[in-house]
């Protein structure tokens, strides 16, 4: 066993500390009060190869493995969920899928515009009545002339306000076959296609929407690897972001503490420093043995993705630990900071707000419970 990460992946951490530093951090309180993320830095994350970390470098990617995408996360949440939330909607909900099973001329209308950030994507799958029941989503494709005419809604999609195109998932047949549910790539704008810009108490900078889909046209070429039934690749790419979400949550806890840290050091009550009372370093101890425990269960799940190995149950322990987290860790960090804490001066009610977002979004806790669960009583 050895938890050590190797030379390159450090160097990987280094690369995005520092940009995410020169970059990232100056536009995050921009960007949340007015709740627009600033759409030039895809192009940024193009140019420096960051879209591309996951993807093997004969597709244009950089061919890094999922320790190295994990850190990336984890660096980038320090400083700003919301930045990396609309980055990992781009990156992997919305390419994942077409590299996994695109055609080459989807690959080259999509997929290598995706990684260069020239379009973004988005991936829409989650609706209104479905919450966490993916088998249960109701929008439907019916086959047509040259294409297929799309009815339905999407929501809470990332990125859809400013997006070029979505990944999208509709039912192509009315059972529960392999051929039931089938994606699709959708070029925006479309006339079908109408969507609302929501607003959001976590993630603010991350733009997300309410999509309504009426009698959207999209031609063959466009459904997914031009064939039925891709369900299974949701599946999959689900499984796999679940570990690299379980890192953003430990960048999100570690934002928070080492602000807290910093305040506790600094803020003096009766001539000493807070983090002299007990109270203080108790809380704060806590607080770093916890992220210490998510951050390697996090690893542990990178490392199983990198052989092969990964499987539902341990992909939901990894983000159901790695979120509960993130929660607790923002919490104390505010109580912390007292009334400073709930001030936007500071960071840790943000951090606070966009952890919240986690233990919801990429599978409640519940779900993530109950597929664990499942797993126990097979085994």
């Known amino acids: 066993m050895n938890f050590e990460f190797s030379p390159q992946q450090e160097q990987v951490r280094e690369t995005v500390r520092r940009f995410a530093l020169q970059d990232i951090a100056p536009r995050v309180a921009e960007a949340e009060e007015s709740e627009v993320f600033p759409r030039e830095l895809f192009r940024k994350w193009g140019e420096v190869g960051l879209i591309g970390v996951r993807y093997p470098e004969a597709d244009g990617g950089a061919g890094f493995d999922k320790v190295s995408d994990c850190i990336v996360r984890e660096e980038m949440s320090r400083v700003s969920q919301a930045f990396a939330s609309s980055w990992s909607a ?31 994507g988005g991936f829409a799958l989650s609706e209104p009545d479905g919450g966490s029941d993916v088998r249960g989503l109701k929008t439907r494709a019916e086959k047509v002339a040259g294409g297929w005419r799309i009815n ?3 929501l809470y999609i990332s990125n859809a306000p400013q997006a070029d195109f979505l990944t999208l998932a509709a039912r192509t047949h009315p059972g529960h076959g392999a051929e039931a549910i089938s994606l699709f790539l959708v070029e925006l704008p479309n006339p079908g296609f109408s969507i609302t810009k929501l607003k959001k108490e976590g993630i603010r900078a991350s733009e997300t929407g309410l ?32 570990v690299g979400v379980a890192a953003n949550c430990v960048g999100m806890a570690r934002g928070a503490f080492e602000a807290a840290l910093d305040f506790a050091k600094t803020r003096i009550v009766r001539e000493k420093p807070i983090i002299d009372y007990q109270a203080i370093a108790h809380k704060l101890a806590d607080m770093a043995a916890q992220i210490e425990a998510a951050k390697w269960l996090v690893y542990y799940g990178a490392w199983r993705v990198d052989q092969g190995t990964i499987d539902s149950a341990t992909a939901s322990k990894v983000k159901l630990i790695a979120s509960e987290t993130a929660v607790r860790v923002t919490e104390s960090a505010i109580r912390i900071f007292g009334g400073a804490g709930i001030m936007r001066d500071y960071p ?32």
Not at 99 to 104: D, E, L, Y
Not at 217 to 233: I, K, N, S, W
Not at 351 to 376: K, M, P, W
């Open 90 to 120: 781009h990156t992997h909900l919305a390419l994942w899928p077409i590299w996994r099973a695109g055609t080459p001329a989807q690959k080259e209308r999509f997929f290598r515009p995706g990684l260069a950030g020239e379009k973004i």
């Open 211 to 242: 999509i309504h889909i009426e009698d959207a046209f999209v031609p063959d070429d466009c459904l997914l690897g031009e064939r039925l039934g891709t369900y299974g690749v949701v599946l999959e790419s689900l499984s796999e972001n679940r």
């Open 348 to 379: 840790v009610g943000r951090f606070h707000r966009d952890a919240l977002v986690y233990v919801i979004g990429e599978g409640t806790s519940e779900i993530q419970r109950n597929i664990i669960s499942r797993e126990l009583k097979l085994s």
């Open 152 to 154: 339905g809604s999407k």
